[in-house]
Structure formats: C-alpha cells, structure tokens
C-alpha cells in the first residue's frame, strides 16, 4: 500500500510541476502544443 502511495503523490509532484511550466509559457504568449 505505501508503495502505491508513494507513486500517487510522485505524480501529483510531476504535475504540478509541469502545469507551472504551462501556466509559465502561457503568461509569457508562447503557444502550448502538448501539456506533458
């Protein structure tokens, strides 16, 4: 069970970090393809 924990808040982490480089570029006018 911690195991699978651990991978659901390791995501959580990822994705938080990629949607601020999303909300980053979007500020800054550059076109978003793909949210990865």
């Avoid at 069970?1 to 800054?28: C, Q, R, T, V, W």
């Amino acid at each position: 069970m911690s195991i699978i924990l651990a991978i659901l808040i390791f995501s959580l982490i990822i994705i938080i970090h990629e949607l601020g480089h999303f909300l980053l570029a979007k500020y800054n006018g550059i076109t978003v393809l793909e949210f990865s």
